[in-house]
């Protein structure tokens, strides 16, 4: 069966979450009409994600939001929101995804960061109804970083759609991190060219 979309979340920042979208959206783009979003973006002025995806994936402009909160310091939401002088209203993320209806929502940081002083990152994903897909390190640390996101996720009754391990350049990840996180996580584990099982 195939899913109506994928809320793309990470156990941190810089862990692949763009890297994952792109592959999605490249994947399935010619079998199923799609569409990307990024809702909340930080360090846009250094990075920015949905150009990332346009280029790696060949989307044209119908298949990318652009709609959504750009902020120019790389920070936690909340933190480069009030630096530049402004508030993230779910309210507004809302009314654009209700418009837009995108398939592939990458998130910004992991599910706990703050987007404003009462609501974080996974208040968006629960309000928007879709599963998750946890891209996550195969490294050091990233068994207790996954399992927690997990749980994380799940005491808000969201659906987790499986983890992808994404290997780190240069590090040298302990044997069994994904048999681990399968077993403990009771969650599917699959790498790069494995993710058309999430759609």
């Known amino acids: ?10 156990t941190d920042t810089n862990v692949g979450k763009t890297f994952v979208s792109a ?24 990075d920015d994600d949905t150009a990332t995806v346009e280029r790696e994936s060949g989307c044209g402009e119908d298949e990318i939001v652009r709609d959504g909160v750009r902020l120019a310091r790389p920070l936690s939401p909340h933190l480069s929101a009030r630096l530049a002088g402004v508030t ?20 910004a940081g992991g599910v706990l ?17 879709l599963p998750a897909v946890i891209v996550s390190r195969d490294a050091l640390g990233t068994i207790n970083h996954t399992l927690l996101t997990i749980d994380a996720l ?12 994404n290997e780190v350049p240069f590090t040298a990840a302990p044997p069994g991190n ?10 599917r584990v699959v790498t790069i060219d494995e993710l058309g099982e999430f759609l």
Not at 155 to 165: N, T, Y
Not at 178 to 187: D, N, R, S, T
């Open 1 to 10: 069966m195939m899913r109506k979309g994928l809320f793309v979340t990470a």
């Open 23 to 46: 592959a999605l959206m490249r994947r399935f783009r010619g079998e199923r009409p799609m569409k990307y979003w990024k809702p909340v973006q930080t360090g846009i002025e250094v």
């Open 88 to 107: 993230i209203e779910m309210d507004k993320l809302l009314t654009i995804f209700e418009r837009e209806r995108p398939n592939v929502v990458e998130g």
């Open 113 to 129: 960061v703050p987007l404003n002083d009462q609501e974080l990152m996974i208040d968006l994903v629960a309000a928007l109804g």
């Open 154 to 165: 799940r005491r808000r009754g969201i659906e987790v759609a499986g983890v992808l391990m």
């Open 178 to 187: 994904a048999a681990a996180i399968a077993k403990y996580g009771e969650v």
